[in-house]
C-alpha cells in the first residue's frame, strides 16, 4: 500500500487552465505538506496543514488553493496557470506536533504548462 | 542567505572512491533527512537523525548529526555508479513550524 500517493503522476496543460493535484495518505498523520520543486531542484514549502487546518502559507500566488477535507487528504488547485508554473509538486506528511517525525513524502506530480 | 547549505554542489568521483557530502544549518537542527533523487523520479527516503552524535548506516551509506546538531554528514564507501543522483538534505530547524527546510542538494556522479 502506497502510503502518501499523488495524482496524477504527470500533467500537462495550456496556460490559462485551472488544474488540481490530488494527496491522500494511508498513515493516520496530522500534519501535510505541499512542496515545489524548481527546475534547479530546490525543494521549497508551499503549504502545510495539521488536522484539517492552514498552518503554513509561504508566499505562494493567490492562484494556488490548497483544500484539505479531511486530515487524509490535501489538494492542490491551481488557477490560471502560468508557464513559470511548470515544476514538480511534491506532497508530504508527518505525525505529531511541534516537530516533523515520521516524514513521508509522494512520488510527485510533474506539471508543465505549455 | 540559506539556512541549509549543502557542500559540495556537485561531485564526481570515480567508481569504487569514498566520498562525503556535507549539510550545516545555522540554526538547531531536531530532526535532520538525508533523501536520494534520480533524474525525472521522486525523493527516495535514506535515513533520518535526531539525536546529537548519532550515527546510521544503510549499506554502504552512513550519515552523523554532529554533537552540537548543526550539522550531518553523508559519506558513501566504495561509491558506484548506482549512487549517482541528486542528495538532498531536509532540516526541521529551531522555529521551523512543522516543515523540513531542504538544502540545494548535492548532484553525484559516479564515472565507472
Known amino acids: 500500500d502506497t502510503a502518501v500517493s499523488q495524482t496524477p503522476k504527470y500533467l500537462v496543460t495550456q496556460m490559462g487552465n485551472d488544474k488540481s493535484i490530488k494527496c491522500e495518505q494511508n498513515?493516520?498523520?496530522?500534519?501535510m505538506y505541499w512542496y515545489k520543486q524548481d527546475s534547479k531542484k530546490f525543494l521549497k514549502i508551499m503549504f502545510s496543514?495539521?488536522?484539517?487546518?492552514?498552518?503554513i502559507n509561504e508566499t505562494v500566488p493567490n492562484r494556488f488553493s490548497p483544500k484539505s477535507p479531511d486530515k487524509a487528504h490535501l489538494n492542490l488547485h491551481i488557477n490560471s496557470l502560468e508557464l513559470g508554473d511548470s515544476a514538480v509538486y511534491f506532497c508530504?506528511?508527518?505525525?505529531?506536533?511541534?516537530?516533523?517525525?515520521?516524514?513521508?513524502f509522494g512520488s510527485g506530480t510533474r506539471l508543465t504548462v505549455v | 542567505s540559506q539556512e541549509l547549505e549543502q557542500s559540495p554542489q556537485s561531485l564526481i568521483v570515480q567508481e569504487g572512491k569514498n566520498l562525503t557530502i556535507n549539510c550545516t544549518s545555522s540554526?538547531?537542527?531536531?530532526?535532520l533527512y538525508w533523501y536520494k533523487q534520480k533524474y525525472g523520479e521522486g525523493l527516495i527516503f535514506l535515513m533520518m537523525?535526531?539525536?546529537?552524535?548519532e550515527e546510521k548506516s544503510h549499506e554502504k551509506i552512513t550519515a552523523k548529526l554532529d554533537e552540537k546538531k548543526q550539522q550531518s554528514s553523508l559519506h558513501i564507501t566504495a561509491s558506484q555508479p548506482s549512487h549517482a543522483g541528486i542528495y538532498l538534505c531536509?532540516?526541521?530547524?529551531?522555529?521551523?513550524?512543522?516543515?523540513?527546510?531542504f538544502g540545494k542538494g548535492t548532484l553525484l556522479t559516479v564515472n565507472p
Open positions: 508530504a506528511s508527518s505525525q505529531g506536533q511541534g516537530r516533523v517525525y515520521g516524514y513521508t
Open positions: 498513515l493516520g498523520h496530522d500534519t
Open positions: 496543514y495539521n488536522n484539517k487546518e492552514l498552518i
Open positions: 540554526k538547531t537542527l531536531y530532526g
Open positions: 537523525l535526531q539525536k546529537g552524535g
Open positions: 531536509g532540516a526541521d530547524l529551531e522555529g521551523s513550524n512543522y516543515k523540513l527546510t
